[in-house]
């Protein structure tokens, strides 16, 4: 496999404005450094459909579960039990970029490994890792199978 | 790529049973259509209380004991570990949800469980409610590359305050579960683990084997199920199998959680794959209700004791079945002796998670 971009996205570099009670600050750096990291590798208006793109997201950070509930005077809104599970981050990105391979949120292990078993079991060309362990920055690198 | 990888050990723990006889047979044994051990709170519970941390490791390690016992058993001593692959949505929920510290920086299930087996490779899966599929499914790839000689893998998750209230904010909350049913009520939520001994297949004595995964995103939801991506992973895991016609799936345990949503879109995916060739179907949550991340798992044990047994265990009851799902007919409605030597085990989480694996008879 070859690494074909990575990109990093500070908090202070997001549109506060972009985010809302729906829309969390790492989830709008994640959606901003993965943009940033497909524009790099020419794919900025989406991966063709034959790499079968997958993500594999590497944190311990739950979005907002279970601090929603505690600070929801312990009730979660229809909307926000969305932001409750470990893979949101990455689920969105999967949404908004159409990586329809796997998505895979590992909270301990190497996730190169688990890009490379993606390739060699033939499951995508394209993969992506989305790095965050806070809500200060996220790392995304793009990983493309090789084929030479 | 694709090869056989050998089961040679499993355990499990449920609100069915403490191991995998007790479970199995609590669900041939269901006379209702409801959990068994349902509790008047409104959740299918092992034996402990909601919230408290230490069960998970308690369940998750009562269940791998038991798949080590099978292997050491087998070779007559005690035999090491190299991989753990561990898949769970709830681990260190419930401690979270007493402490308002984030992000949560102590130990994880995977580093609890590795200390305890003493295994130096260590994953942990946190995919929603297909979180030991992706846990099974790394391990077999990990063997199948020959990463790893002897790899402990598979889930464990518990009932959790949040995971309830979110579960009934979303409206899919029951009070009793009914798969494939017409008046199907929803999910609820349980407790439970599961876990394998998965190793190549030359490798000892298998009891089964796992042969197939398919693993895709749905890139398109972030609750409803999709009957696409459903049909994709089903289709990716036959063929990575490497399926003929001696090969043919003979029964699906699907993830069949109870819900409009899942019922549909399952029973869509599944007569657009085999068409008029329907297999035997089946679910197992109205007996121990959805144990979240530990659903693959817990599939997959109860795949490879229908395989070693020749049996399934019943669904629902005919007269409750949904007559607008064209699958109902294949649902099992009692106990069911059947000719199987492939299995389809599905799971599906949050966020366009699905999985499915294909277990074969040894």
Not at chain 1, 72 to 96: E, W, Y
Request: glycine letters at 8%; charged letters at 20%; proline letters at 3%.
């Amino acid at each position: 496999m070859k690494l074909c971009a990575s990109t990093i996205v500070h908090a202070h570099e997001v549109d506060s404005s972009l985010v809302d009670k729906h829309s969390t600050l790492v989830r709008k750096m994640a959606e901003e450094a993965v943009g940033l990291a497909l524009a790099v590798v020419g794919f900025k208006d989406g991966i063709p459909l034959d790499y079968n793109g997958g993500i594999v997201g590497l944190t311990t950070y739950g979005e907002r579960y279970p601090e929603l509930w505690l600070k929801a005077d312990r009730r979660i809104r229809p909307l926000q039990f969305g932001s409750a599970i470990l893979n949101s981050v990455i689920g969105h990105c999967s949404i908004m970029f159409h990586l329809t391979g796997p998505q895979i949120l590992l909270s301990r292990g190497d996730a190169l490994i688990v890009v490379d078993l993606q390739f060699r079991m033939e499951r995508s060309k394209l993969m992506l890792i989305c790095t965050y362990g806070d809500e200060s920055s996220v790392e995304v690198q793009v990983l493309m199978k090789d084929e030479t | 790529m694709s090869a056989r990888v050998g089961i040679l050990g499993m355990g499990m723990i449920t609100p069915g049973g403490r191991n995998v006889d007790e479970t199995w047979q609590s669900l041939l044994d269901v006379k209702d259509t409801t959990c068994s051990r349902l509790c008047p709170d409104g959740v299918a519970r092992t034996v402990h209380t909601i919230g408290n941390n230490e069960d998970l490791f308690f369940n998750a390690t009562h269940a791998a004991d038991a798949a080590y016992f099978d292997l050491e058993c087998q070779f007559g001593q005690e035999v090491g570990h190299d991989t753990l692959c561990v898949g769970s949505s709830s681990d260190t929920v419930a401690l979270r949800e007493s402490s308002t510290v984030t992000p949560y920086l102590g130990l994880l299930l995977a580093d609890r469980m590795a200390a305890y087996y003493d295994i130096e490779n260590k994953y942990q899966f946190g995919n929603a409610c297909a979180s030991s599929s992706y846990a099974i499914a790394t391990a077999m790839d990990l063997i199948r590359t020959g990463q790893s000689i002897i790899a402990l893998a598979g889930g464990a998750d518990e009932v959790t305050y949040s995971s309830m209230a979110g579960f009934s904010a979303w409206r899919v909350y029951g009070n009793r579960c009914l798969p494939f049913a017409a008046d199907r009520h929803g999910l609820v939520l349980a407790d439970g683990a599961a876990f394998l001994v998965l190793a190549p297949e030359d490798v000892g004595v298998p009891i089964a084997y796992l042969t197939g995964v398919g693993l895709a995103s749905d890139a398109t939801n972030m609750a409803a199920m999709s009957a696409g991506t459903v049909e994709r992973v089903m289709e990716d895991a036959i063929r990575e199998a490497e399926p003929d016609d001696s090969n043919r799936i003979d029964a699906i345990i699907t993830h069949g959680t109870g819900t409009q949503s899942n019922d549909s879109a399952e029973s869509e995916a599944i007569v657009n794959v085999f068409g008029g060739e329907m297999p035997l179907v089946c679910s197992y949550k109205h007996v121990l209700g959805h144990p979240q991340g530990a659903s693959g798992a817990i599939g997959v044990v109860l795949a490879v004791q229908a395989l070693l047994t020749q049996t399934l265990f019943p669904t629902i009851a005919k007269d409750k079945l949904d007559p607008d799902l064209e699958v109902s007919f294949k649902v099992t409605t009692e106990v069911t002796k059947a000719d199987l030597a492939h299995i389809l085990v599905l799971s599906h989480g949050s966020w366009g998670v699905y999985s499915a694996l294909v277990v074969e008879s040894a």
